[in-house]
């Protein structure tokens, strides 16, 4: 399945991406998305921070990217695709 920007959303993304948090819209945004993924899946905020960041590069490579679009979206819809993302790159939470 394609991403907001064209890409395939389970590519591997370099885990060291230099696109970083910007400012506090973004920093609220990152915030808003783990702390949904987590209350959905009904674990840790820590365990979603760590799978989005450590374990897959994706708050960097997908979610911050992806932010002009994502953020315009419902909350449903953001939550879905970042679940969606992590299982297509076969991250365990």
Request: hydrophobic share 40%; proline share 1%; with cysteine.
């Amino acid at each position: 399945m394609f991403g907001m920007s064209g890409k395939i959303k389970g590519e591997v993304q370099d885990l060291d991406c230099e696109r970083k948090i910007k400012d506090a819209n973004e920093l609220e945004f990152a915030i808003f998305c783990i702390e949904n993924i987590a209350e959905k899946l009904g674990v840790d905020g820590k365990r979603i921070y760590d799978a989005l960041t450590k374990k897959s590069g994706i708050l960097y490579g997908y979610i911050m990217p992806e932010y002009e679009i994502l953020h315009t979206q419902g909350k449903e819809y953001i939550v879905d695709d970042i679940i969606e993302v992590i299982e297509e790159r076969g991250v365990v939470v």
